[in-house]
């Protein structure tokens, strides 16, 4: 089981990147944390999502 | 803008202005200021010697580019950002979340400029009030450990 902002689903094995999008992420948008390491933007395509992986998706929004 | 700030001057003088401004800063406060723009490559010279930063970009991706390099090029860095503040909302929205180990996030984390819904004092100045009560709790923890 993989833990997406503290939520249990099951989607190991998918990509990172597609999973994002699929989501209704935007990759420039978005800070991920995976297993408590930053993954650059433009290596959240090399990324399959493993089990028991621990991932924090921070989504931002205009204002500031 | 231009013409409002000409008025001023006819009202009073720029070294009393700056007189006004450096007013509202304690004494024994150092400030800095930088004009320079924030790019991925050099971020961690201009970021990387302070201990907290706090964000305030109003573009989201480059909300998340700076925040995600000042957390990947500053390892000793804690990021306090401001996200989500627009509109006028219910304000009791805007909340402090330790997001990672070193991010902090003030805000609401939904309300967007580009709904149509413009930055407005009351929102803003609440995020900024958490961001800068966040800083605050840092330096005293720091201070007595």
Redesign the interface.
Known sequence: MVKINGEAKEIAGKNLLEYLKETGFKPEWVVVERNLEIIPKELLGDVTIEDEDEIEVLRFVGGG | MKEMQKKMQELISKEELDRAFDARFPKNMQRKLRSAKVAIAGLGGLFCEYPIVC???????Q???L??EL??QCPKTTVI??????GYADINEIKTCQ???R?Y?CGD??????DGIG?IAPR?SACAAHQANKVLQLVMQAQYE
């Open positions: 964000e305030a970009f109003d573009r989201p991706d909300k998340a580019m925040v995600r957390l990947t950002s401001g996200n989500g503040m627009a997001m990672m180990q991010l996030v984390q939904s309300t967007d400029v580009g930055l803003v």
